[in-house]
């Protein structure tokens, strides 16, 4: 078992290279309108991912617009981090494995309801991302812990949300179901929206590693 990293909210080729050299699993790229760390397609696609995983993040809601956008972007897969419906998802006609959904367990009275919209979600999503907050993303809050302790997911699934150096490697320890299979990071490695900082990006993932290795013997014995 390995835990996987995702940088998102990357604008700068330079960000890129660290990432991929650090050893970075996926790169997020944001075509949210009203994000501060915004795409257009055309600047995504220029940008070499180095072989990480090209994941875009999109709050739209039209399937033949998402459709155009995988192909100009050049996407390895989408992230659902807005509202769109079961039936959006169905007309987008992309296998599950390429669908990253979105839940925000702020918005579930407990852990038993965030499963229930896992289960009916399952079919249509490969992985699960959890954010912080209530809706949208990027706004440096972290996640409540005691959802990523109880937390059994049909799906694999990641955990977002005012990460970085400081705290990642606690999050990590309290993700205790089998199915957890990484973590997002973005506002904390940033010194402007979209601009990363290199040491903060070290620091992250010699943490990250560290913790990985702890999980992983935890994660041997369950």
Not at 5 to 20: F, P, S, T
Not at 99 to 127: C, H
Not at 135 to 152: H, P, Q, T, V
Not at 196 to 214: G, N, R, V
């Amino acid at each position: 078992m390995k835990v996987h990293v995702k940088i998102c909210g990357l604008r700068r080729q330079e960000d890129l290279n660290c990432a991929a050299s650090l050893g970075v699993d996926l790169c997020g790229f944001i075509f949210a309108a009203k994000s501060p760390r915004r795409l257009a397609p055309e600047e995504a696609a220029v940008l070499d991912s180095r072989g990480m995983i090209r994941v875009g993040v999109v709050t739209d809601t039209d399937p033949d617009s998402l459709q155009r956008l995988v192909q100009t972007a050049r996407l390895d897969m989408l992230q659902l981090h807005g509202d769109q419906t079961e039936s959006c998802i169905q007309a987008l006609g992309l296998p599950p494995e390429k669908i990253i959904w979105t839940l925000w367990p702020s918005r579930y009275g407990d852990v038993k309801a965030l499963q229930e919209a896992m289960n009916r979600l399952a079919p249509m999503a490969g992985f699960f991302l959890l954010d912080a907050g209530t809706g949208g993303g990027g706004s440096g809050n972290r996640i409540a812990l005691n959802f990523l302790k109880e937390l059994r997911s049909p799906r694999p699934w990641i955990v977002a949300g005012g990460l970085g150096p400081a705290n990642v490697a606690e999050v990590i320890r309290s993700c205790a179901d089998a199915n957890f299979y990484g973590v997002d990071l973005n506002s904390v490695l940033e010194v402007t929206p979209g601009c990363k900082d290199t040491k903060l990006m070290q620091e992250a993932l010699h943490s990250i590693m560290e913790a990985s290795f702890l999980w992983k013997a935890v994660d041997s014995r369950r």
